[in-house]
């Protein structure tokens, strides 16, 4: 079946960076959508970063030029490298999964999800 284990997170001091993983099993990773998400204490769920099965990366607003997205293939793991990290960026991150070619950052558009990982940036 379809698992998705995030790791990674851990507490950081506003402006330090961390890198999370995903290890993704149980299906053809490469074909899938893949996307990173977090949920804020007492706020809904958010889309941050997409990458599709060619390579192809969004961004939302609000972390684009301070997070990055890849993919490996041959590992079958998504990674989102983040850095300058501010304390508005406190949630549980969680990675998705999705078959459907178009990627998008609408918790709508995922099929599978991880577990999440928790990440606390302190000031």
């Known amino acids: 079946q379809v698992k998705l284990e995030e790791s990674g997170g851990g507490s950081v001091q506003a402006g330090g960076s961390l890198r999370l993983s995903c290890q993704a099993s149980g299906f053809t990773y490469s074909r899938y959508c893949m996307g990173w998400f977090r949920q804020p204490p007492g706020k809904e769920r958010e889309g941050l970063a997409s990458i599709d099965s060619n390579g192809i990366k969004k961004y939302a607003d609000y972390v684009a030029g301070r997070f990055t997205i890849s993919r490996d293939n041959t590992k079958n793991t998504l990674y989102l490298q983040m850095s300058n990290l501010k304390p508005e960026d406190t949630a549980i991150y969680y990675c998705?999964?999705?078959?459907?070619?178009?990627?998008?950052?609408?918790?709508?558009?995922?099929?599978?999800w991880g577990q999440g990982t928790q990440v606390t940036v302190s000031s």
């Open positions: 998705a999964a999705d078959p459907r070619g178009y990627c998008s950052l609408s918790v709508n558009g995922y099929s599978y």
